[in-house]
Every structure is written in C-alpha cells, then in structure tokens.
C-alpha cells in the first residue's frame, strides 16, 4: 500500500485518497467498537434499552464515564473492560490516522538524504 524507498513521494491527490481509506477504515473500527460493545451491554445488562446503552457506551468511549451504572456484578466488569478496551482503541485508531502523514515526512526525508549521498559521490 505503500511506496518504498526507492520510489517517489506519491501526488497530493492520490495521498488525500490514502488518507480518506484510513480515515474510513478508522470510522469502521469505531463503529463496529460500539456496535458490539452497545449489544454486549444488552446483553449483559438485561433491562437496558438500546438508546441508554448507546449513550453508556460512547460516554465511556469518549473518556467521560458512564452515566448510568450497572446493577450486576457482571456489567461492571464489562464496563471496566470495555473502558481498558477504549484506550487501546483510541492508540490504535492515532496510529491509522497518522500512519499516511508520518509515511510521507518520512519519505521526503528518505528522498533528500539519497540526494544529498548522490551529490557528495560526485563532488569526491
């Protein structure tokens, strides 16, 4: 998916469609995380309506907390994971995002130092 060393830097429009594919793919990612996480807390909660779950689970999501707490023992160890499970997320959806930015800094930096070593060989 992405150009190595010894290729050019990619155009701005085929890297704006680079950027769009993460950002879709990390839209997804967040969404299947509450999707399953809303059902999960159905599940186990039994009694709470979707629209309380969905709150509960992006407050959580978001780092707020939950608004509402579960009454079984088996929901708050849901939420705690689901809270651990958050974090983890956020870090992995940062790195999707920057992925592309960091990949083109590093490639242009990559292109000027093969530059740099051509021109010193013929200097010497």
């Excluded at 830097?9 to 996480?37: D, E, K, P, Q, Y």
């Excluded at 939420?79 to 974090?87: E, F, I, M, V």
């Excluded at 093969?114 to 010193?120: F, I, M």
Aim: aromatic fraction near 12%; charged fraction near 15%.
């Amino acid at each position: 998916m992405y150009e190595s060393r010894s290729e050019g830097v990619i155009t701005r429009g085929r890297f704006v469609v680079r950027m769009f594919i993460h950002v879709v793919l990390a839209f997804a990612f967040i969404l299947v995380s509450l999707l399953c996480s809303i059902l999960g807390y159905m599940w186990i909660e039994e009694g709470v309506k979707w629209y309380d779950a969905a709150l509960n689970m992006a407050m959580i999501a978001s780092g707020i907390g939950p608004t509402m707490l579960p009454v079984t023992v088996e929901g708050k160890v849901f939420l705690a994971l689901y809270g651990a499970y958050t974090s983890v997320v956020f870090v992995a959806i940062l790195g999707l995002l920057m992925a592309p930015i960091l990949h083109r800094i590093l490639h242009v930096f990559h292109l000027d130092d093969d530059a740099n070593e051509g021109n010193d060989e013929n200097q010497g």
